[in-house]
């Protein structure tokens, strides 16, 4: 049996959890992680392929989130004495905005970036972050500040048979983040394995050296750049809709950490790797607070991730790729995303 | 075929090479001698278009590059082959293969050239499929000749192809220069190894602190008091 199939049987065992899981609570906590597996995924496009650390990542994932909210609820500005209206729109249209809009900041800061690249590249990402959230919390007319946007509608969706169906079951959201997040996954894996995605591993591998090849750095970074962010703008938009408020806290430092620590602890540079890092620190925390006290959780959430860097220093999916080539020979090649730098 | 003239390159407020005039002809084999820190590999970069210039004029077969970029330097024809960190480590021998004729479509032809790059590196050929980065020394240095040529250029840069490599290795990376030539490619070569460079070239080019300060055949060079003195210990 191919190896490729394994994959997919995850993809079937996943879309099979709805039916079998009694506690709607776990399935609240599986379609969160996944809305934060869509934003790894799309930040290991970044640090894992290119090599470039967004520290702002959450910039992206809150412009998404914004803008699907503004979007759909409408609303008017006044400039002096001109009045400016904007209608409510459709869910969707909402939610290709996000994208869009956020795909175009990603274009904006690649291109204000990458001319100073490394450490220049994280303080103006994370300055973007901060600034984004000075906006969503003074600019009150518009966001409502600390107030918050709520009364978001859920999205929808025609299904035969039952019409124009508002996404308010559980099981809906689920199997919309699902399927986006599959897309998301195998949007990277093309690109990964492209030509253009050739040229970005090898550009973060030795960038003097792909630059004397031939390959146009900027453009490939700005490409990276522009990807990663509508793809993080469609994460919060899924997580607008699905949580149906939004607030100045969607620019939280903490959630680009979040997304970083998921994409590293997988395994940077592998496909693989922020879903399953994805799966461990977004459901973890969730998971121990059944069990544990508030404390003893952020503990237990500290201790392993500081035993997986500690012991799988590549990350999880690369040590497991590792130990899974030995054990079929030396003649066994190794999967050939799985490569960290 | 090239023409350098008085091409100034600069680090901030140091001129690294000074106002350097030279050229090299269809079918030649020139070198570039001089000691570290000389300006060699900087004005290599400066003609293969990974440093700008200061002033002065680059011209290939009578077009001028200026301050042409990287991507249309390797375009019209002329491929560098760097010193120091010379593969992508993560990627695999045929891969970084693969990355030497990035800027080319013509696939038919790419692929007759990988046959002959695994021929005249049978090496390459078994190892195709392990990462770069766990290849020797020397297996690294004969997997980044390969990749410059497999953009299929008409003239090429080495950048100190000796550098670091076991003296048997050494040797057997000049036989691939000369092989090179022979099999029609022009080649412009950087190189410390002031004996060994001048024992193979048509001509030479003696860089000091910027400036070329001396220029000829070979044996004209061989024969120069001032180069026997102060580079090949006579």
């Known amino acids: 049996m191919s190896a490729r199939i394994y994959p997919w049987l995850f993809v079937a065992f996943l879309a099979s959890v709805p039916l079998w899981i009694g506690n709607q609570y776990f399935l609240y906590i599986l379609t969160s992680a996944g809305i934060f597996i869509i934003a790894a995924i799309s930040l290991n496009l970044l640090l894992g392929f290119t090599g470039q650390l967004s520290l702002g990542h959450v910039a992206f994932f809150g412009i998404g989130a914004y803008v699907a909210a503004l979007s759909t609820l409408g609303f008017d500005l006044e400039f002096g004495s001109a009045r400016f209206v904007f209608p409510r729109q459709p869910v969707w249209v909402g939610f290709f905005a996000a994208i869009l809009v956020a795909g175009g900041f990603g274009l904006l800061i690649g291109k204000l970036a990458f001319r100073v690249r490394g450490a220049y590249f994280v303080i103006v990402t994370i300055s973007f972050a901060q600034v984004m959230r000075m906006i969503a919390l003074n600019w009150v007319d518009l966001t409502e500040g600390p107030m918050a946007l709520n009364n978001i509608p859920p999205l929808s969706l025609w299904i035969p048979g039952e019409g124009v169906v508002g996404f308010f079951k559980k099981e809906y959201n689920y199997y919309l983040v699902l399927v986006l997040a599959v897309l998301s996954y195998l949007l990277v894996q093309r690109i990964v394995r492209s030509r253009v995605g050739r040229a970005m591993i090898a550009l973060r591998e030795n960038e003097p050296l792909a630059l004397s090849v031939g390959v146009d750095v900027t453009r490939y970074l700005v490409v990276a750049t522009v990807v990663s962010a509508g793809m993080a703008g469609m994460a919060g938009a899924l997580y607008t809709h699905y949580i149906r408020i939004v607030d100045p806290d969607v620019f939280l430092f903490i959630y680009t950490v979040t997304m970083v620590i998921m994409v590293v602890t997988g395994g940077k540079g592998t496909l693989a790797g922020p879903v399953v890092g994805g799966f461990i620190f977004g459901a973890l925390p969730e998971l121990l607070r059944e069990v544990a006290s508030p404390e003893v959780q952020w503990i237990l959430y500290g201790i392993a991730m500081i035993a997986i860097v500690f012991f799988l220093p590549q990350g999880i999916v690369p040590a497991l790729a590792a130990r899974f080539a030995a054990r079929r020979g030396p003649g066994a090649k190794p999967e050939p995303e799985a490569r960290a730098p | ?234």
């Open chain 2, 1 to 234: 075929m090239l023409q350098v003239e008085g091409v100034t390159v600069r680090y901030g407020h140091v001129a690294a090479v000074r106002e350097a005039t030279l050229r090299v002809e269809a079918g030649e084999l020139v070198t570039l001698i001089g000691a570290n820190g000389a300006g060699k590999s900087t004005l290599l970069k400066a003609i293969s278009g990974l440093l700008p210039l200061a002033a002065g004029e680059i011209r290939f077969e009578g077009r001028s590059l200026g301050n042409a970029s990287a991507r249309a330097v390797l375009t019209a024809g002329i491929a560098h082959c760097p010193e120091g960190r010379r593969v992508f480590p993560q990627l695999t021998v045929r891969e970084n293969l693969d990355m030497g004729a990035y800027l080319r479509r013509d696939r038919v032809a790419v692929a007759s050239d990988l046959r002959e790059v695994f021929a005249l590196f049978p090496r390459l050929e078994e190892r195709r499929a392990q990462a770069a980065g766990t290849l020797s020394g020397g297996e690294q240095q004969m997997l980044a000749i390969a990749r410059a040529l497999m953009s299929r250029p008409k003239l090429m840069l080495f950048d100190e192809p000796s550098l670091g490599l076991a003296p048997t290795l050494v040797e057997r990376t000049f036989e691939i220069v000369a092989e090179i030539r022979r099999r029609g490619t022009t080649v412009l070569m950087v190189e410390q190894n002031a004996l060994a460079a001048l024992g193979m070239c048509d001509r030479s080019y003696l860089l000091e602190t910027g400036r070329i300060v001396q220029h000829g055949t070979g044996d004209e060079m061989l024969a120069n008091p001032h180069i026997q003195k102060a580079y090949l210990g006579g």
